[in-house]
């Protein structure tokens, strides 16, 4: 897997370099659509390829977890036919009436000293059935929680397979569409000698630099909530609701003063999308997406990548919801005050306005 990732890594690299003679890491450049296509499939491979392997490694965690599942549950199965014939003797002596002996003996003590004593027999027999018994219904629950637990795993499982197979038909069908370009250009021979020098080029650069920038994004979210709270006249009340309106400027000085990372970098606010771009030394770097409200398993706002481009070329949905899992870039008004919740969010005028109300239990 990671062979055919190097190899189109450098297939993408060696094409737009024997195309326009210049390094890949500087500025873009103009080139045709059809070197632009084997760029844009070659990168979405590799990308696709490292989903592939991410979704084996969580395969393998969850077959692994299911086997000790079944161990698991293997073993309470014993348990549970000790704890199940111990509990059917202490309901069948209830039934036949042999607690209600000891009742009639208890009653018919003639002597205080007798009482307390048989007393203390008749606590010590109810109390232990009461733990037999309790045991049996512990272990019981417990054994019905380990089946739903088994259930979902399996359904995991299922979505892993199918997701599994749905990567490697694509990587097929991209890898086929490069494989026919290559086929029909003159050029191929030069393009593979260029394979050993640019074959890191995107897993040593690219990849770690969108982290990078990620990283400072999701550090600087994690703080906004100070600065809404600190800034005048984000924040205005009409009763039981609330307003939260940042603009574009506000956002951009706070994320500078986070990182100057962001010196280079901007936010704009357009009608339903949020874009995020800059571009440091030879590397650009443009986010688009969108915030939604949600509920679980915390109110907040929940930000959805829509559309990744680095140096000009897209990243395929694999890497944009990789990212969007490894980097919270969520807005969570309860850390500003705890009796209130988001209930709508939206961008216009070059402003982010979020609509908070009372949260009443």
């Known amino acids: 897997m990671r062979n055919r990732s190097t190899y189109y890594v450098t297939i993408c690299c060696s094409i ?9 890491i500087q500025a873009e450049p103009a080139m045709d ?13 590799v990308e696709i390829d490292h989903e592939i392997e991410r979704i084996e490694e969580q395969q393998q965690q969850i077959e692994e977890r299911r086997s000790s599942l079944e161990t698991q549950m293997s073993v309470h199965k014993e ?8 509990a059917a003797s202490i309901v069948r002596s209830y039934y036949m009436g042999e607690r209600d002996q000891l009742l009639h003996v208890f009653l018919k003590a003639k002597s205080l000293r007798s009482i307390q004593i048989l007393a203390g027999y008749y606590e010590i027999i109810i109390g232990r059935d009461q733990e037999v018994l309790h045991a049996y219904h512990s272990r019981q629950q417990e054994f019905e929680e380990m089946t739903v637990k088994l259930d979902q795993n399996d359904a995991e499982l299922r979505l892993l397979k199918q997701n599994l197979q749905n990567q490697r038909e694509r990587v097929l069908l991209l890898e086929q ?22 074959n890191t080029y995107w897993s040593n650069v690219g990849i770690h630099e969108v982290k990078r920038y990620f990283g400072a994004l999701a550090s600087a979210m994690n703080n906004l909530p100070n600065f809404v709270q600190q800034e005048k006249g984000i ?13 574009e400027e506000q956002l951009n000085d706070f994320l500078r003063t986070e990182n100057e990372i962001f010196n280079d970098f901007a936010f704009e606010f357009t009608d ?6 800059g571009k440091r030394d030879n590397l650009e770097l443009a986010v688009q997406g969108h915030y939604t409200v949600i ?39 309860q850390k500003l005050m705890s009796f209130i919740k988001a209930t709508d969010v939206s961008t216009k005028d070059q402003t982010l306005e979020v609509t ?5 239990k």
Do not use: C, W
């Not at 009409?238 to 603009?247: A, F, H, K, M, V």
């Open 235 to 247: 924040i205005s009340t009409n009763g039981r609701t609330y307003s939260i309106r940042i603009n």
């Open 272 to 277: 339903d999308y949020i874009i995020a771009s």
């Open 79 to 86: 348990e549970m036919k000790d704890h199940q014939d111990r």
């Open 295 to 333: 509920d679980e398993p915390a109110n907040g706002l929940l930000f959805h990548v829509d559309k990744l481009v680095f140096n000009g070329f897209e990243l395929p949905d694999t890497t944009r919801s990789m990212l969007q899992q490894e980097f919270d870039l969520g807005f969570y008004p």
């Open 177 to 198: 569409e490069v494989e026919n370009t290559l086929a029909s250009s003159d050029n191929r021979e030069l393009m593979e000698k260029l394979m050993e020098e640019l």
């Open 33 to 45: 659509e059809n070197t632009r296509d084997v760029l844009q499939n070659s990168l979405s491979i």
């Open 16 to 24: 737009l370099l024997f195309f326009l003679h210049i390094s890949p």
């Open 356 to 360: 908070l109300e009372l949260a009443l």
